[in-house]
T-cell receptor, first 112, second 113 residues
Framework: DQQVKQNSPSLSVQEGRISILNCDYT??????FLWYKKYPAEGPTFLIS?????DKNEDGRFTVFLNKSAKHLSLHIVPSQPGDSAVYFC???????????FGKGTRLSVIA | NAGVTQTPKFRILKIGQSMTLQCTQD?????MYWYRQDPGMGLKLIYY???????DKGEVPNGYNVSRSTTEDFPLRLELAAPSQTSVYFC????????????FGPGTRLTVT
């Protein structure tokens, strides 16, 4: 039973355009959501997060949107750059200190 | 700060052998985690620790053991390696359970043949 789902295994975007990565969750107890970025042969690195009291969080070119009623979040990257090519993991947790649950990841390719 | 370090980077084991994956963090984080990532899959939690002397099972603990004798170190032990344990293993740490930002090591690629 996947509590965090990233239904698109891969996404290809032209440089300069917007990349939109999607994530759905099933557990309504989740109240904190994160995106991690992973390059080959490296560990994941934290990118951006959002708590359930917000519906948007922005950090430079990266914006995360949260739709609690739909149990859906998305990561927008504008403008996309070739260096953004990586696997992006969505993760969710709750204030009960239970460990994070990760999605399977979406591989983003930004084409120059 | 080195962050989270893992050794070895690569290892090939024969079925039935044992080994210990080492993980050390120098950020004085209380929480530490072990994940495995299989091809095309997300990160699955094997074990975690909320502090020295305290460990707990994650989603996929079978075939593994951990210990946490110090804040810095969180080794993962594989006993009687099986082909199903072929995976990439990541160690991570966070300041607390409320601090969801986890810092990951570079990973250990393990092949069991």
């Amino acid at each position: 039973d996947q509590q965090v789902k990233q239904n698109s295994p891969s996404l290809s975007v032209q440089e300069g355009r917007i990349s939109i990565l999607n994530c759905d969750y099933t557990n309504s107890m989740f109240d904190y959501f994160l995106w991690y970025k992973k390059y080959p042969a490296e560990g994941p690195t934290f990118l951006i997060s959002i708590s359930s009291i917000k519906d948007k969080n922005e950090d430079g070119r990266f914006t995360v949107f949260l739709n609690k009623s739909a149990k859906h979040l998305s990561l927008h990257i504008v403008p996309s750059q070739p260096g953004d090519s990586a696997v992006y993991f969505c993760a969710a947790g709750n204030s009960g200190n239970t460990p994070l649950v990760f999605g399977k990841g979406t591989r983003l390719s930004v084409i120059a | 700060n080195a962050g989270v370090t893992q050794t070895p980077k690569f290892r090939i084991l024969k079925i039935g052998q044992s080994m210990t994956l080492q993980c050390t963090q120098d950020m004085n984080h209380n929480y530490m985690y072990w994940y495995r990532q299989d091809p095309g899959m997300g990160l699955k939690l094997i074990y975690y620790s909320v502090g020295a002397g305290i460990t707990d099972k994650g989603e996929v603990p079978n075939g593994y053991n951990v210990s946490r004798s110090t804040t810095e170190d969180f080794p993962l032990r594989l006993e009687l390696a099986a082909p199903s344990q072929t995976s990439v293993y990541f160690c991570a740490s966070s300041l607390s359970g409320d601090s969801y930002e986890q810092y990951f090591g570079p990973g250990t690629r393990l092949t069991v043949t």
